[in-house]
T-cell receptor, first 115, second 112 residues
């Protein structure tokens, strides 16, 4: 069964450093998403991506964040200068959104720890 | 952001009983709702969805009810099993599309 994969599973970085979180969405899906979940809190929407451009983004997704689909398989989230409060689980999701199927498939997440 | 919240943070049920998890939303413009299940250490897993032009939708052992008058969403799980133990989130998509707001989550514990 196809699934969304994410690497690394755990990333530790120093405050101010850049990190890139990687995702491989399900191959025939068209819509891609990044979410974050701070420990013990709710899942928060960051950004959605379709047709090689950002579709929607939340207030959290400021200039420090960027997304890219550098090739036909990877979907990345970059945080340019990490802050302590960026520590969270980051989930990637993809969706076909065709034929009325809006189901989002989530990856296992990357735990980001900013020291 | 918009407010999507849950009435109860925790719920314990006996195995075999039915479970009802509730969710309140505040944005009347929301037109699509999803229930997710999140097991420990894993990403959210889609359970069932419903559009605002419906008030009920059934899946396998799960039913979602939508009451737009009071902006309330519920998830009913029939014959709850130990494998149903998880945190359940509701999420809403506004009519602007492709942007989702999650609730805080309800932790369901099934007692064998």
């Amino acid at each position: 069964e196809p699934e969304v994969t994410q690497t690394p599973s755990h990333q530790v970085t120093q405050m101010g450093q850049e990190v890139i979180l990687r995702c491989v969405p399900i191959s025939n899906h068209l819509y891609f998403y990044w979410y974050r979940q701070i420990l013990g809190q709710k899942v928060e929407f960051l950004v959605s991506f379709y047709n090689n451009e950002i579709s929607e983004k939340s207030e959290i997704f400021d200039d420090q964040f960027s997304v890219e689909r550098p090739d036909g398989s990877n979907f990345t989230l970059k945080i340019r200068s990490t802050k302590l409060e960026d520590s969270a689980m980051y989930f990637c999701a993809s969706s076909p959104r065709t034929g009325g199927n809006n189901e989002q498939f989530f990856g296992p997440g990357t735990r980001l720890t900013v020291l | 952001g918009e407010s999507v919240g849950l009435h109860l943070p925790t719920l314990s049920v006996q195995e075999g009983d039915n479970s009802i998890i509730n969710c309140a939303y505040s944005n009347s413009a929301s037109d699509y709702f999803i229930w997710y299940k999140q097991e420990s250490g894993k990403g959210p897993q889609f359970i069932i969805d419903i559009r605002s032009n419906m008030d009920k939708r059934q899946g396998q052992r799960v039913t979602v009810l939508l009451n737009k008058t009071v902006k309330h969403l519920s998830l009913q799980i029939a014959a709850t099993q130990p494998g149903d133990s998880a945190v359940y989130f509701c999420a809403e998509e506004q009519n602007t599309g492709n942007q989702f707001y999650f609730g805080t989550g309800t932790s369901l514990t099934v007692i064998p």
